[in-house]
């Protein structure tokens, strides 16, 4: 996993139907945070979906409790995504019809620059770092 240094936003999630109040939370952090992209940049957006695949993921694949983390770097951030469960995250579904789910790993792998996933005792932890798209950060964010 990379090593990405800066504030750490945190949400424990137990439901599915958490899912939109923690998109809503991630795009607070990034509205407040000046020194990356806002939620409604490329960048931004990305994470958003990013953040909703692996923890939907964890939440129908793995077992409570379910904790989504995103790390604010310089360049870029961290998503950790982890659950109870510390087995393998299920195969990334390759040429399935999009109708029948199954997509988050192919689609994050898609979205990040890089992606993995470590286990840690009976945790499993699913990773993705998502870069910054030039042009995406605030003009006054090199000041901050």
Not at 1 to 28: I, K, N
Not at 82 to 102: C, F, I, M, Q, S
């Amino acid at each position: 996993m990379p090593d990405v240094q800066g504030p750490v936003w945190r949400w424990d999630v137990t439901s599915v139907r958490e899912l939109a109040a923690l998109r809503a939370g991630v795009r607070d952090c990034l509205d407040v945070d000046r020194r990356g992209p806002a939620a409604h940049s490329p960048s931004g957006e990305r994470l958003l979906l990013a953040v909703e695949e692996l923890t939907s993921n964890a939440l129908r694949h793995g077992e409570l409790p379910v904790r989504t983390a995103v790390t604010a770097g310089d360049e870029g951030w961290l998503l950790s995504v982890t659950d109870a469960a510390g087995d393998r995250p299920p195969a990334e579904a390759v040429d399935r019809d999009p109708a029948l789910g199954g997509l988050g790993l192919k689609l994050t792998a898609t979205l990040a620059g890089t992606y993995g996933w470590v286990t840690d005792g009976d945790r499993k932890h699913v990773w993705a770092y998502l870069p910054f798209t030039p042009g995406d950060l605030p003009p006054d964010a090199a000041d901050d």
